[in-house]
């Protein structure tokens, strides 16, 4: 893997946060929330340690998204 290469493709969003926070949209893309003095390696490393886990909710924002609501009187 090259040394800026992230694992799954993400926007980072840098603030004054202190933690990490991944987000999955209902397109399935994923926002990272990173701290600003976060290297950009734990950032990578967070993001392979969590590959499968993103991967899944991914699938399920996309399934989601293409379901139909169902609205009933009730």
Do not use: C, H, Y
């Not at 840098?14 to 994923?30: N, Q």
């Not at 290297?39 to 996309?62: H, Y």
């Amino acid at each position: 893997m090259d040394k800026t290469e992230i694992p799954v493709p993400a926007e980072i969003r840098r603030s004054a946060r202190r933690t990490l926070a991944l987000e999955i949209l209902p397109d399935g893309s994923l926002i990272v929330r990173a701290p600003r003095r976060l290297p950009e390696r734990a950032i990578r490393g967070f993001l392979a340690q969590k590959a499968a886990w993103i991967a899944e909710k991914q699938r399920q924002a996309l399934v989601a998204a293409k379901s139909p609501l169902r609205v009933e009187n009730g």
